[in-house]
C-alpha cells in the first residue's frame, strides 16, 4: 500500500490580510448596527437621539429665562419667555462635551467656557464657533416631548 501524499498550501499573506479585514470590517458594523432596544441611548455626539413621542418633562419645569438639561435623551429644553420653548442639543459644537449648566440666559459647556443663547442656541462666547442644533419638540398642554 502506498501512501498518498496530498498538496495543502498555506494560505498566501494576500489571503490572510483579506480575512483580517473582512473581520475587522464585521466587527465595525456590529458596533454601529442599531439595537431594538428602545432604553439604550445612542452616544452623546449625535445630532438626533431616538426618544420621540417620550414625555421629556412639564411646562412647569422649565423655568422662565433659563432651562433644564436631559442628558439621556441628548436635549436641553429651555423657556426664553413665558410660554416659549425651545430645544437643542446637550452636545457643545467645539469638542462635543456635554453642556451642564443654564444660567444667565445661556447653555453652558465646563469645558472649555463656551456659552450658548437660550433663545436660539447661538454662540454667546467662545471657543466654540457653531450653533448648538436644535431639535424638535411638541408642546401639548402642560406636557414637553420629542417631536
Known amino acids: 500500500m502506498t501512501a498518498s501524499h496530498e ?3 498555506a494560505p498566501t499573506r494576500r489571503t490572510v490580510v483579506a480575512a483580517v479585514g473582512a473581520v475587522g470590517i464585521a466587527a465595525a458594523l456590529t458596533a454601529c448596527g442599531s439595537s431594538d432596544d428602545s432604553s439604550s441611548s445612542e452616544p452623546a455626539g449625535n445630532a438626533a437621539k431616538d426618544g420621540a413621542g417620550k414625555e421629556l418633562a412639564k411646562t412647569a419645569d422649565i ?3 433659563g432651562g433644564k438639561i436631559f442628558g439621556d435623551a441628548g436635549v436641553v429644553v429651555t423657556q426664553p419667555k413665558k410660554g416659549e420653548f425651545k ?3 446637550n452636545i457643545c459644537t467645539h469638542k462635543q462635551c456635554p453642556v451642564t449648566a443654564i444660567e444667565g440666559g445661556t447653555i453652558n459647556c465646563p469645558c472649555h467656557g463656551s456659552k450658548f443663547s ?3 442656541g ?3 462666547h467662545p471657543p466654540a464657533a457653531q450653533p448648538l442644533a436644535t431639535k424638535e419638540i411638541t408642546v401639548s398642554g402642560d406636557s414637553i416631548t420629542l417631536a
Open 7 to 9: 498538496s495543502v498550501s
Open 87 to 89: 430645544a437643542f442639543t
Open 63 to 65: 423655568p422662565v429665562g
Open 122 to 124: 447661538s454662540v454667546k
Open 118 to 120: 437660550i433663545e436660539d
